[in-house]
Structure formats: structure tokens, C-alpha cells
């Protein structure tokens, strides 16, 4: 669709109709901006504005995503928006907010797969940094599992479990599938907290220990056990858990 065929609501003057986007000043038309800065020189009102496309309820589309952001603070607090808050803003709709929705979704899933290449597994942060942002904002609690070779490369990310995680619902020999299908020599365990709180509970140590023990006799090291919040991770490792193998050094001799 051309620009000029993009129409934004506007309050209608002296009860006329909607403003095309061709009547406003180039240097106030979020996509001809786009265009000329890049990305990188709009604001994050101009941004959602060029996702929603077009406004609605007598507003401009950069109306309506400035209500957004001042009514969630963030870009952050917007993205972990429900359905029901969103819809609370008039002019956005359905449609609408499911744009946003998908967009706020692939700059998790972006983030997540960043950096492109192998994944090494060196410390606790090297994991946050690849999944922080993605898990921090699941709303139910997810167990998943990173299958590592000797020299602690990523071979495998496994979704395990999604409720409620905790040793007395979670078969440990379901942490070890593909870590032994893979012939893998260590795993890292992560789970989110949905409350924001990464402080380990007691079914999270509880389970680690079982894990531990489990690895011990499978011969696949359980290097640490990360649990993610909102803005903040915790390493079970850094917390005095004892693992078998010291910090994530590579086995000798491995490949």
C-alpha cells in the first residue's frame, strides 16, 4: 500500500472527514522518517505508530501508541501487555494490538536467537543474555534444558516442561533425554519465575539436587541451574550449590 493511500483519524475539523498522511509535513510522517533516519531515528512512539499503520477513535496513530507508553511507563512494561489493557486505550482495536503484539513477539524471538553462530556456554550470563528477555515474560513457569559438548557448545535447547516446575512433577529422566541422544557431556537447567522473583524456592533446589544426582549416574555433568525473573536471574551455582564439575570448565580431552 503507498503512503498516500494510508489514512490517519483525525479529530474531524468542523465535522469533516480523516487527514491523509500526505497532508502533514514530511518531517511528522513516521514512515517517510523511517525512510529518510532509519529505525534508529525515531522515537519509540514513531516506531509503534509505523506498526499500527494507521489511528483510530478521532486520533493519530503516534496519539495512540504516546497514550500507550505513558500509560505502561516503558517499552518493556508495554510489551508484557494483556489483551484486556490494551484494548483499554481508544482507538487501538483489535487489530491493532494484535500488530503490536506480533511485533513485541519477533524482537523477543530476535533477541533470543542473538548471536547467530554457535552458542557457548562459559557462564550463568551467557544464558540470560540469549533467554532473559524471552523467559522473563512467560506468563506460566517453563523448564527447558541446553544440551553442551566437552567444549560447553549448545547442541540442543529442549522445552521440557511448562506448570508448575518442581521435582515432585517433573520426571528428571525427561532433563536428560536428548542430553543423552546427543551423547552430550553436561547440561544447563533454566526456569522462568512468572511472579518476577528469581530467588530459588525450595522445589528448585530440591529438583537440582535430583538432577545433580541423576547426571551422576547418566556420566552428563549438570553445570548450573539458572531461574530467570522479570529484570533479574539467579545462578544456583553462584548461590553455593555444589556441582560436580568446577564452574563451566571444559572435560579434558573432549572434542
Not at 503516534?62 to 518493556?76: K, N, P, Q, T
Not at 482495536?93 to 524471538?109: C, I, N, S, T, V
Not at 550470563?125 to 566437552?150: A, F, I, K, P, Q
Request: hydrophobic share 45%; no cysteine; charged share 25%.
Amino acid at each position: 500500500m503507498a503512503i498516500a493511500d494510508v489514512h490517519v483519524a483525525e479529530a474531524p475539523p468542523h465535522g469533516g472527514g480523516t487527514r491523509s498522511v500526505r497532508d502533514l509535513p514530511a518531517a511528522e510522517r513516521p514512515r517517510e522518517r523511517l525512510a529518510l533516519r532509519g529505525p534508529g531515528g525515531l522515537s519509540a512512539a514513531e516506531l509503534m505508530a509505523v506498526v499500527l499503520g494507521t489511528g483510530g477513535g478521532g486520533r493519530s496513530a503516534v496519539e495512540i501508541a504516546e497514550e500507550l507508553l505513558a500509560r505502561h511507563l516503558s517499552v518493556g512494561a508495554l510489551a508484557r501487555a494483556s489483551d484486556a489493557e490494551l484494548a483499554a486505550v481508544a482507538g487501538l482495536g483489535a487489530a491493532k494490538a494484535a500488530r503490536l503484539a506480533a511485533a513485541f513477539e519477533l524482537g523477543r524471538r530476535s533477541v533470543a536467537e542473538w548471536p547467530a553462530g554457535r552458542w557457548t556456554i562459559r557462564s550463568p550470563r551467557d544464558v540470560t543474555d540469549r533467554l532473559g528477555v524471552e523467559m522473563g515474560r512467560l506468563e506460566r513457569e517453563e523448564l527447558r534444558v541446553l544440551s553442551l559438548n566437552t567444549k560447553n557448545a549448545v547442541l540442543r535447547m529442549s522445552h521440557v516442561y511448562v506448570g508448575n516446575v518442581s521435582a515432585s512433577l517433573v520426571r528428571v529422566g525427561e532433563l536428560f533425554r536428548d542430553a543423552v541422544r546427543l551423547d552430550a557431556s553436561g547440561v544447563v537447567l533454566v526456569h522462568n519465575h512468572p511472579s518476577g522473583d528469581p530467588t530459588p524456592s525450595p522445589d528448585d533446589l530440591h529438583l537440582t539436587a535430583e538432577a545433580i544426582a541423576a547426571g551422576r549416574l547418566l556420566d552428563v555433568d549438570v553445570l548450573d541451574h539458572v531461574v530467570i525473573g522479570h529484570d533479574a536471574w539467579v545462578s544456583l551455582r553462584d548461590r553455593g550449590v555444589t556441582f560436580d564439575r568446577p564452574a563451566f570448565q571444559r572435560r579434558a580431552g573432549g572434542s
